[in-house]
């Protein structure tokens, strides 16, 4: 069967719809920017630490240059021979812990190589005794000149080498204390090993990485795309070509090399943001998050149906309740009076000398029966005052001690006839705030029950004390006491606690009832403690003022 629901919930259910909508697209476009940036922030520091690792390897390699600059320059050129600079160069590996150079030559100011060796195996062509001006041509040597008249170093860009490698060449000019050219030195070291040292370190998985010379052109570890002839038989698997990304996914960083930058860019191999699945996943949350909506609206309407018929059957079982407690408060008024009457004329009756000693009983026995009716009236009746809150909390400041003492007189003729001594003890000086009518009520509910489960010729113990925060009033006989699931259930409304005194008085429960309630209205605590045939401790606190 469908349900109707008023106007009103669907267009709370419609707005509800909107609202999730927009913010689901707010947290998701949120979030696609949260990992945006994420992305961004990982791609710039692979790239970062892939231009770092570059210029670590071509630092390692300059200072092996650097070492045989020192040299030279130290020996003043005397020992520049072949034998000189391969020694020099072991030397320096086994502390450096780097490949070694692919080749190193020397030409003379005439442009003639004195010497040209490898530090690898390699069929490489003699070029001892030959000129330059063969491999460079004029031009060539007319810019070598100026290289040599400098001792600055002079990098190349990479270079396809018919080794098939890519070389990087270093060179500085040899002069003399006069500034005069002595000749020209030049290394060429393998590019491959110095990338290697970017893949080793840096996480290839993930990251392609793009090496470019400052003139533009690209190179790889088997090839320098400058429009050379490549020797190279192997292609490197991680050219940045074989990828197919946009050049706007690069991030790139500028290494300096002397007189040459080297570029390194760095991007993800893989498309880092999916928009369909990114679509489906907010799609999803949506929907869900619609059908919450539509459940909390359906639980809504069902939870206003049964607060308003709630609210009705409260509204009618507050009127039985009013009700109940207002027969309760006429019962217990209108009871009253002819009670005291009743008392009045049994107290006469007492003062007449009888014959028969069973008529005495029974006159004495209807008076304590009369009484206790009276203070179950008494304690009805203020029952349903508190609970038609008829009575007020007027709090004042309360003299503990003369109020007791007051309650003591009230029960002096119950005391006598079971030879009872109450005996006060207190360490405590000064006023309590409270109520004094709901206090006295509770002194004299705890005194009348103390006298009512005490044997005779007992002592009841009442104490006053108190700690940093609250007054302590403690009460305590040594009478027949109460089972512990008794003492549980006494507080309880919902519990029926009767039990009898010594002398088979008769009690309701309710005493203790309204005084645990009048102790709460002062923010303090009733509590009971009591052992079968021990008897009992009644103890309640009420807060100090600060």
Not at 392 to 400: G, N, R, S, V
Request: hydrophobic share 40%; net charge neutral; glycine share 6%.
């Amino acid at each position: 069967m469908s349900v109707k629901f008023p106007k009103k919930y669907y267009l709370v259910f419609t707005l509800l719809a909107l609202v999730t909508a927009l913010a689901v697209n707010w947290v998701t476009s949120n979030i696609a920017k949260q990992k945006e940036e994420t992305q961004y922030l990982q791609l710039d520091r692979a790239n970062k630490r892939a231009a770092f690792e570059l210029q670590s390897s071509l630092t390692t390699y300059a200072a092996l240059v650097s070492g045989i600059k020192a040299y030279i320059e130290i020996t003043d050129g005397e020992y520049l021979e072949e034998e000189d600079i391969k020694y020099l160069l072991d030397m320096q590996l086994s502390d450096l812990s780097i490949p070694p150079p692919f080749s190193i030559s020397y030409l003379d100011t005439n442009h003639i190589f004195q010497f040209d060796f490898t530090m690898k195996k390699a069929a490489l062509e003699n070029l001892e005794g030959t000129s330059l001006e063969k491999i460079i041509g004029k031009s060539g040597i007319s810019r070598m000149d100026t290289l040599m008249r400098s001792s600055k170093y002079y990098a190349s860009n990479p270079t396809n080498l018919i080794e098939g490698i890519v070389g990087l060449p270093l060179g500085f000019g040899i002069l003399d204390d006069n500034g005069v050219s002595k000749g020209y030195i030049t290394t060429v070291a393998e590019f491959a090993p110095i990338i290697d040292r970017v893949y080793k370190n840096v996480n290839k998985e993930d990251f392609v990485y793009r090496f470019q010379a400052g003139n533009g052109n690209y190179f790889d570890r088997a090839k320098s795309y400058n429009g050379q002839k490549c020797y190279a038989k192997t292609e490197d698997p991680e050219y940045f070509k074989n990828f197919n990304i946009p050049d706007e996914s690069y991030v790139s960083t500028t290494v300096n090399f002397y007189n040459k930058k080297f570029v390194v860019s760095t991007a993800y191999k893989r498309p880092q943001e999916n928009s369909m699945v990114m679509f489906i996943t907010s799609l999803i949350w949506y929907l869900a998050l619609l059908g919450f909506m539509l459940f909390l609206v359906i639980q809504f309407y069902v939870y206003e149906r049964k607060d308003k018929m709630i609210a009705a059957q409260n509204k009618r079982l507050s009127e039985v309740v009013a009700t109940k407690n207002k027969f309760f408060s006429i019962v217990a008024h209108d009871l009253r009076s002819p009670l005291s009457s009743v008392i009045n004329f049994l107290d006469v009756l007492k003062q007449e000398e009888f014959k028969s000693k069973q008529t005495a009983a029974i006159i004495n026995s209807l008076e304590d029966s009369s009484r206790n009716s009276i203070s179950l009236l008494d304690n009805l009746l203020k029952w349903s005052k508190l609970e038609t809150g008829q009575i007020k909390y007027e709090p004042i400041p309360l003299d503990i001690l003369a109020i007791t003492k007051d309650q003591i007189k009230v029960y002096s003729d119950n005391l006598k006839q079971k030879g009872i001594n109450v005996r006060l003890e207190s360490s405590f000086k000064g006023t309590v705030e409270g109520d004094k009518n709901m206090i006295a009520t509770v002194i004299r509910n705890l005194l009348s029950n103390a006298i009512k489960f005490s044997n005779d010729n007992d002592i009841i113990v009442i104490e006053f004390s108190k700690t940093a925060q609250d007054f302590i009033f403690t009460i305590e006989d040594n009478g027949i006491g109460m089972t512990d699931a008794y003492r549980k259930k006494i507080l309880s409304l919902t519990e029926t606690t009767v039990q009898k005194g010594t002398r088979n008085e008769k009690g309701s429960g309710l005493g203790l009832i309204l005084s645990n309630e009048f102790i709460k209205t002062h923010n303090g605590e009733l509590s009971i403690e009591s052992q079968e045939g021990k008897g009992t401790i009644v103890t309640f606190t009420l807060p100090l003022k600060s």
